[in-house]
């Protein structure tokens, strides 16, 4: 999971000219915690299952440089959409046929949300 996001904020970092290799002047580093909770479908049920719901996701960005702290930005309680009738779909299925590549879909979501929002943020 963690190698899932590393690669896709870096990837959307780097297509927007904001990924910096070395020590290039103004650059940033930047790191990041991520709290991924994974829930089933049916967990707290008798009726469990191996279908993953959407997942509830929080972060914390430390930016620094030169090993002083310039900001951390910290947001919680965060999960995807996938447009009304996706929402739609796992709402009346309670999750159920969710499975690794659905995962994986929300980890592209996440990651890019974040990297817009450092976008954002940036000016």
Known sequence: MAEMFSRKISQDLEERGMLAFGRQ???????????????????????????????????????????????????SGLTTSHGFLGNLKTVATMGLGNDAASEEVDVRIIASGMVDFLVRISG
């Open 25 to 75: 002047a103004e650059s940033v580093e930047l790191s990041i915690a991520i709290d991924y909770q994974r829930h089933f479908s049916g967990e707290d049920t008798p009726f469990p299952s191996n279908s993953v719901v959407r997942p509830i996701v929080g972060y914390t960005i430390t930016a620094s440089r030169d090993g002083s702290v310039l900001d951390v930005i910290k947001r």
